[in-house]
């Protein structure tokens, strides 16, 4: 087989081989930290972020506590 091509990259010859493989490494690397996202929030770290609910009247809160509630159980059979 030939030698195929060299290059010298800050005084070393480096054959052409190591740096598609670098180039493939670096690339798919990224990929998988682009991918990977954030640190997953922990239930309770949620449930902090839920705002205050401000209702005109009891009558409201009470709408929205129940429709919150119905919703939490209809995510739940999902």
Excluded: C
């Excluded at 598609?20 to 930290?33: E, H, N, P, W």
């Excluded at 922990?42 to 972020?49: E, H």
Aim: charged share 25%.
């Amino acid at each position: 087989m030939g030698g195929g091509s060299e290059y010298v990259i800050a005084g070393r010859k480096v054959g052409s081989h190591w740096l598609s493989m670098a180039t493939l490494g670096v690339f798919f690397g990224g990929i998988v930290l682009a991918t990977s996202g954030g640190p997953k929030e922990q239930p309770q770290a949620l449930a902090s972020k839920i705002p205050a609910i401000t209702a005109d009247s009891s009558d409201e809160e009470n709408f929205i506590k129940q429709f919150l509630k119905e919703a939490e159980e209809a995510e739940k059979k999902h």
